[in-house]
């Protein structure tokens, strides 16, 4: 059974830089992509960043140049560096694990951004 177990939310400062982490266990086939998305309260559910299998990666305008995807393939995890963060980056990150037409979600991670 595949699950899909996101780590490393909680309440930082602003400014603060914690990491998100996310591994997919269960899972014996080779992963294509991996990503990141936040749904913050009353909003849609966004991409934030995703990196597929060749260490390609894409981010929302809104994070470049502040959050880094970068993955382990061999222990089939996806990190998320998140630094300068800012009270709108509040959310629950979930990560999402992609294999052809196949997704698998996590349950998400609560990041709240206050002082």
């Known amino acids: 059974q595949v699950q899909v177990v996101e780590s490393g939310g909680g309440l930082v400062q602003p400014g603060g830089s914690p990491r998100l982490s996310c591994e997919a266990l269960?899972?014996?086939?080779?992963?294509?992509?991996m990503g990141w998305y936040r749904q913050a309260p009353g909003k849609q559910r966004e991409l934030v960043a995703t990196?597929?299998?060749?260490?390609?990666?894409n981010y929302a305008d809104s994070v470049k140049g502040r959050f880094t995807i970068s993955r382990d393939n061999a222990k089939n995890t996806v990190y998320l560096q998140m630094n300068s963060l800012k009270p709108e980056d509040t959310a629950v990150y979930y990560c999402?694990?992609?294999?052809?037409?196949?997704?698998?979600w996590g349950q998400g991670t609560q990041v709240t951004v206050s002082s």
């Open positions: 269960g899972i014996i086939s080779s992963i294509d992509a």
């Open positions: 999402n694990v992609r294999r052809g037409l196949l997704i698998n």
């Open positions: 990196i597929n299998g060749g260490g390609s990666t």
